[in-house]
Each structure stands twice: as C-alpha cells, then as structure tokens.
C-alpha cells in the first residue's frame, strides 16, 4: 500500500478509536484490523466509484450522441426526462436530478442512506456530463440511433448498478412495488414503460415512440448482459474457516437469512477430510458489492461460490431490506 495513503487509515483508525475510548490506551491489536477494515472499505468504494464514473459517461455518449440531436426518448426516468425536455425549456441534466430525485428517496428507505447518496452523485455526474461535455453527434439514421443509443445507455445504466447505485431511478420504483405487490420487476417496469411511450407517441408521434420502444429493448438488453438483471437474485455459497463470523455478519449486519451446511473438505493439511460448516444466502446484485466487501474484512481467501437465481418463493428476501446506515 502506498505510505502516504497508509498513514492517511491509521490516522483514521486512531480517531475512530480514541472517539470510542478517549482515555483508553490504543494498542497494535486494535489497530490493525480496524486500519485493514478501512484499507478494504476504500479499495471497494474506488473500484465502485470507477464503475459508476465509466457507466455515466457511457450513459452521457448514448443520450448526446444519439438521442438527443434527433429528439429520440427512452423509457424509465431518463424516458420522462428526454420527454419533458422536448415539451419545456428546462435542460436535460436538470431534469435528470429532478425527475430521479422522488425515487432516490424511496431508495434510501427501501435499500439505504449510502445507496441512495451514491446514485444521487451518479445522477448529478450525468447531468454535469450531459450538460458540459460536448460529445459528437454520431449518425442521422433513426434505426442506428435507437439500437446505439440503447445500447451505450444501458451499458452506462449496467456499470452504474455494478458500482452499487442508479442512473434510472424507474428499478428502484420497480423493486419496491415488486416487494408489495405479487409483481416480478421487470412486468413493474413494463408497465412503467407503456406508460412512458404512450405519452410519447401522443406528445411527439407514433414513430418517435414505435423507436423509443426499440431503444428501450436495446438498453434493456444491453443491462442484463452487463448485471444479469436487475431482478435476478445471486445464491451466494462460503466456504471459510470463519464462517461463524461471516454467519453473524450475515444475519446482523445485512439482516439477510443464511442457510448452514455441514460439509467435509476432501483434501486437508494432511491429505485428510475434515468436517466444515458451508455458508449459503441470496443476494439482489445491488447488495452483492456490500456482501463482498464484508466477507473480505472477516477472511479475505474464502472461498466464493456465486450462482444466478432466476426465481424464488418464500422466505425473507423480498421483505427484508439491508440495515439503513
């Protein structure tokens, strides 16, 4: 680790501490692991950062660079922004922050305060981009605009939500309806959406909308190649020696159920099997960054094995949240 940035955690690690026990001693013990907590902390929250800094400029060349010129919409919150857009005065990357901010809020009751202040600097980065950076105007032909605009909108939308936040506030909407009503996300989303078209083709034209759809279905396409669905659910299997602890961590901290396993490693220190307790929980995508950082400040070389979950029926996944922060 670079010296300057070390220094940087153990003068953190030692606030922290001295915050919690000011006339108490501060020994190495209680430092290290607190300082590789934060060492953990800050490499996940850059990779992230990186992720949602590529997502929105992704996001601002598939808007300026084709939609916009030709006064294309999409669905979702940035649908309704393109649409407002072409029936006012206000800019874009106004309406952006505007639009997004009813559903950050609910984002930060139904996921948490650090989802949702993560996506709101997601989407005033957009609208900073959309608003500032001049990117070139690609191509006049509409089909070439529907498919590639589509197409870098929902790469910037996949990359946002692999960083842990959204550029579309519309999946969050999706989510918490899903949760209270017996709806899949994604038939919330349809719905949302021939809304968004069905104003589209009355304000602007049957063409324009027939269009948008195809935009819609390119993003739409383009998120899941990138995050496997946002209503796709992630089985999670641990293997790790700390598995008591990870247990915990699991059911406390994230307030998610965990199944245990008793298993028997095949091949131990002494080419003997050996009895081991096996870790299984379901995740959503937006909560797999969270899980991941957690399992590394508790034993970074467990054993991860990750599945996609193409549906589900009972249980506490879509009932209980991850703890508000």
Do not use: W
């Not at 995740?283 to 508790?298: F, G, S």
């Amino acid at each position: 680790m670079n010296p300057f940035f070390s220094k940087i955690l153990v003068d953190i690690a030692r606030k922290k501490l001295k915050a919690a026990a000011p006339n108490a001693p501060i020994s190495k013990k209680q430092l290290v692991p607190l300082v590789r907590n934060l060492q953990i902390e800050a490499t996940h929250a850059i990779k992230e950062y990186f992720l949602i800094f590529i997502g929105v400029i992704s996001a601002g060349f598939g808007l300026k660079g084709f939609l916009l010129p030709n006064r294309f919409i999409d669905g979702g919150a940035t649908g309704i922004s393109l649409l407002l857009e072409n029936i006012t005065s206000i800019q874009l990357s106004f309406l952006l922050i505007l639009v997004n901010l009813p559903f950050l809020i609910l984002g930060a009751k139904t996921f948490s305060v650090k989802f949702a202040l993560k996506s709101i600097v997601a989407i005033a980065f957009l609208g900073f981009v959309v608003h500032y950076v001049d990117y070139p105007t690609i191509t006049n032909d509409k089909l070439l605009i529907a498919v590639f605009g589509g197409f870098f909108l929902g790469l910037g939308i996949g990359m946002s939500m692999r960083g842990g936040s959204v550029i579309d506030g519309t999946e969050v909407l999706a989510i918490y309806l899903s949760r209270k009503f017996s709806l899949t996300v994604g038939d919330v989303l349809l719905l949302i959406n021939i809304i968004i078209f069905s104003f589209g083709a009355y304000i602007l034209s049957i063409e324009t909308a027939l269009y948008a759809i195809l935009t819609y279905l390119a993003a739409a396409k383009t998120v899941d190649f990138v995050v496997d669905g946002v209503e796709e659910y992630v089985g999670v299997t641990i293997i790790s020696k700390e598995h008591e602890a990870l247990r915990i961590m699991i059911t406390e901290k994230l307030r998610r159920a965990c199944t245990i396993y008793a298993g028997k490693g095949g091949y131990g220190e002494h080419k003997t099997a050996y009895d081991k307790d096996i870790i299984y929980t379901i995740v959503t995508r937006l909560e797999l960054a969270k899980l991941h950082t957690e399992i590394d400040k508790i034993d970074n070389k467990a054993f991860i094995v990750m599945g996609l979950v193409k549906d589900l029926k009972g249980g506490m996944i879509k009932r209980k949240p991850l703890e508000k922060k």
